[in-house]
């Protein structure tokens, strides 16, 4: 079956570090990949979505990049900021599946001023 | 433009009862899916409904059911309760889900099973 794999957190980072998130995945087809943000007491927002090999999902100085080679979607920002403290989800969408969606276990990350 | 609106936003209920969630689509959209998050952990997909009918179906047992309603509205009903059903139950709406197609997320039901 469909899986996805993210490092584990917690993630604890200075304002204006730099961030990567790891993403794999494992799918039967060519899914679509998505990060999505939740903050505390909060449902999923979309972050960005990528849906083939090669494409660039970005957002909010956000960056993943479909890599079908590595089966992977790292996330990546340049400078966090303390507002970007969250937990991030991994998610892949599979067409075979009929479109429903397979999540990481989410990545807690705490930017610390 | 209201998004996708869920109802109660917490519920406490005892072992053995009866629960039922409720779920608006986004407007415009006819596809609604029910995940399960369950604390420190990614949601896991319940089931989804397309033209009122169960399209998908996760690894759940047959205690969750659903429904869609003409208006593409839903509801999410869970016999009874064991407490490992304690979690965050999030409905997601899209336009006729396909692979790559965006899901709106409500804000979630969190449902504590004492």
């Known amino acids: 079956g469909n899986s996805v794999t993210q490092m584990e957190g917690p993630v604890t980072l200075s304002e204006e570090a730099f961030l990567t998130i790891n993403c794999t995945y494992t799918?039967?087809?060519?899914?679509?990949l998505f990060w999505y943000v939740q903050y505390p007491g909060e449902g999923l927002q979309l972050l960005l979505k990528a849906t083939k090999a090669d494409d660039k999902g970005s957002n909010k100085g956000f960056e993943a990049t479909y890599r079908k080679e590595t089966t992977s979607f790292h996330l990546e920002k340049g400078s966090v900021q303390v507002s970007d403290s969250a937990v991030y989800f991994c998610a892949l969408s599979d067409p075979i599946g009929g479109g429903k969606s397979t999540f990481g276990d989410g990545t807690t990350l705490t930017v610390k001023p | 433009d209201a998004g996708v609106t869920q109802s109660p936003t917490h519920l406490i209920k005892t072992r053995g009862q009866q629960v039922t969630l409720r779920c608006s689509p986004k407007?415009?959209?006819?596809?609604v899916s029910w995940y399960q998050q369950a604390l420190g952990q990614g949601p896991q997909f319940i089931f989804q409904y397309y033209e009122e009918e169960e399209r998908q179906r996760g690894n759940f047992p047959d205690r969750f059911s659903g429904h869609q309603f003409p208006n593409y509205s839903s509801e999410l009903n869970v016999n009874a309760l064991l407490l490992g059903d304690s979690a965050l139950y999030l409905c997601?709406?899209?336009?006729?889900?396909?692979?790559?197609?965006?899901?709106?997320f409500g804000p979630g039901t969190r449902l504590l099973v004492l």
């Open positions: 997601a709406s899209s336009l006729e889900l396909l692979s790559g197609e965006t899901q709106y």
């Open positions: 407007s415009g959209h006819d596809t």
């Open positions: 799918a039967t087809g060519y899914p679509s």
